[in-house]
């Protein structure tokens, strides 16, 4: 897995490309990154679906995904997510590696999909006004809509955004890329379209190629097509800044809503970050807590005591914070939430395991062996790292966790810290409606 990083775009791009012939599909893609904005960022969302509905020589959908399988079925997608105190829009192209191609077809099949995304960036359809097309915006603005409140149908999902927002409330961590229905629905299509300059001027872009292409050639292909898009991001400088709460005492949220399950979200305070020298100690603490299925959460509150459906927790590394999710019938709601806080109580006094240390060792290790099997992993395990400021390999990362001590670990439980409690408190409908 060795990186290649050339500035391309007349030095306004980074390309960070892994030449490989392990994989029958290459991918390449585009990652626009700008300031987080409760307005922008949503906006930005909507601004880039909508251009993806059509451009001057491809004006619909439809015209776009006939010329992209003449292409072999070469796909291009939109992705949105937080980073800290960033958003991160992602153009990502899929595209069969050339050996694969008929013997007799001439077709570049990068080149011809370079040239698909390029006009959807450089000449998005447009009214006679100049504006994008209002029936594409709207048509946007509803599929953001529903995606919006559906979430409330998924209630693991809702309670973790609901923790999230009241935990992060008045910080930049607390925007999301989604916006609220409010915020969505009042964009216009002179709002959208005057974006687009915002957005080529500001977005940093970061592009990640896999596959058998030498970075060289890469290079060559992109060349001058994006030329308006991107600020000088030669030189750019990444980091992370752990979320320091400011509660002296945890806040504790309760919603009623007619659901079978009660759902609970906790969330912690740690103060590591990726770019953190106790990243490596903090990730295994999180494993032997609650990240795996012998961990302290899953063998206590869930299997000895009984207490729940689901437990385990997850750390977000650029925030520096672990959210716990459970689900539990609601008479032990708080039983499931005082055995949570014990486990981390005594695991913080130092009651664990070797062989649980070595456990979670061995599984964040075996993770980490397979970040090279799929061109997806290999491309966020590297961005990741790159928005953290650092430039670990996964050998590296082994290492590292194997140097991880004893001492280490508990040095790292003990900065977890309950700052918020969110609790979706439902109906006792019975096992049979609970998801496991």
Not at 390 to 418: F, G, M, N
Request: proline fraction near 3%.
């Amino acid at each position: 897995m060795e990186k290649t990083t050339l500035i391309i775009n007349n030095g306004k791009w980074r390309l960070h490309a892994v030449r490989t012939d392990k994989f029958k599909m290459s991918q390449l893609s585009f990652n626009f990154i700008i300031p987080k904005d409760v307005r922008r960022s949503p906006m930005t969302k909507l601004m880039l679906a909508v251009m993806l509905r059509g451009s001057e020589k491809y004006p619909t959908v439809t015209d776009i995904n006939k010329r992209l399988d003449e292409l072999y079925d070469a796909t291009v997608s939109l992705g949105g997510r937080s980073f800290g105190d960033k958003s991160v829009f992602t153009l990502t192209c899929k595209v069969i590696n050339d050996r694969f191609v008929f013997d007799g077809d001439d077709a570049n099949v990068l080149s011809g999909t370079l040239d698909v995304v390029a006009d959807i960036l450089n000449h998005p359809v447009k009214d006679k006004d100049g504006l994008l097309l209002e029936q594409y915006v709207e048509s946007e603005k509803k599929i953001a809509i529903d995606a919006i409140n559906s979430i409330v149908n998924d209630q693991r999902a809702y309670a973790a955004k609901k923790c999230a927002m009241k935990m992060f409330e008045g910080s930049p961590y607390g925007i999301t890329t989604t916006g609220d229905v409010d915020t969505v629905s009042s964009f216009t299509s002179r709002e959208l379209t005057e974006n687009i300059e915002y957005f080529c001027n500001n977005a940093l872009v970061e592009c990640y190629y896999i596959g058998q292409e030498s970075p060289e050639r890469i290079s060559e292909l992109i060349g001058d097509r994006f030329d308006c898009f991107g600020a000088s991001s030669a030189y750019a400088k990444y980091g992370e800044s752990a979320f320091i709460g400011t509660r002296t005492c945890p806040e504790i949220l309760r919603e009623e809503m007619d659901v079978a399950q009660t759902r609970i979200c906790m969330g912690y305070t740690c103060g590591t970050t990726l770019c953190d020298e106790d990243y490596f100690p903090m990730v295994v603490a999180n494993e032997i807590f609650g990240a795996s299925s012998v961990s302290k959460l899953f063998m206590n509150v869930r299997e000895r005591k009984s207490l729940c459906y689901y437990c385990y927790s997850s750390y977000r590394s650029a925030t520096g914070t672990i959210f716990v999710d459970c689900g539990v019938t609601p008479a032990n709601c708080d039983a499931a939430i005082d055995e949570i806080t014990h486990q981390l109580s005594i695991f913080c006094d130092g009651e664990v395991s070797d062989n649980e240390i070595e456990t979670a060792k061995r599984t964040l290790i075996s993770g980490f062996t397979q970040i090279s099997d799929s061109p997806a992993s290999m491309k966020t395990f590297m961005f990741r790292r790159l928005m953290a400021g650092v430039d670990h390999t996964p050998q590296e990362c082994i290492e590292r966790i194997r140097s991880v001590s004893r001492e280490d670990i508990l040095r790292a439980a003990k900065r977890i810290k309950l700052d918020t409690v969110y609790i979706l408190n439902g109906c006792d409908g019975g096992e049979e409606s609970c998801d496991e």
